[in-house]
């Protein structure tokens, strides 16, 4: 006779695979023989998220942005080291930027018994500025010496930088201090710091131990700002030629 099959709730009890006996489900070791159960690892969530397209595309416009900045910046710096605009003159003072400054850039000529001078100044705030240059001199109508100084001095000049105290004593017949001082030589160059710091000096070619002969001058002669930035990328600016005044 056919029998009805019935379901009933199947129960799994675990067994030990040395010994064979029951354990209950939460068992860790074998309470008979004390063969310590094995169970899987589980595997623990992962704590990094993922990078999707958004986040990607965020980073890449934030380097963009940052890219963009710098190139803002180093413009701003390098119009501010080469420009004449008196805002970046202005900032090139403050931070100790401020380039050469021509105080004669020609040829000229003085005659017998005379001297040319010129004035100039070294502003206020400004500090560790010196006078840089070189100066070569012939006599009227005569090809430059090859020596330094001539044997007959015809033709030599003497330079001088003086403060502005200094060359009123000068002009006046009388010696001084001066902050430069060549002697009577056909060439030279001219390197001095101007240590009294801000205020009016003077360079000046003289001719006055001549009595017959005018010299033909070239000079080339700058204030020199102290600064870190390279001589290179200073020339960028043309410097303008003083103006020099006979006596």
Known sequence: M????????????????????????EAQFCLKCGKPMTFPVKELPSTRKPVGPKTGEHRRKRRIFAWVLVGLLLGMISWVVISDDPFAQGVQGMVGLKHDDAIIQSKFSVSPNRFRYYKFSV????????IVGQFSATPENQAPKASEQSSDGVGDIEVYVLSEPAFDVWQNGYATSSVYESGRVAKGEIQAELSSGPGDYYLIFSNKFSQKTSTNIDASVFLRYKSWVPEALRRFRKPTAGRLITE
Not at 123 to 130: E, K, L, M, T
């Open 123 to 130: 502003p206020d705030g400004q500090a560790n500025v010196s």
């Open 2 to 25: 056919p029998t009805e099959a019935t379901t009933s709730a199947t129960k799994v009890i675990l067994g030990c695979s040395k010994c064979g006996a029951a354990l209950p489900d």
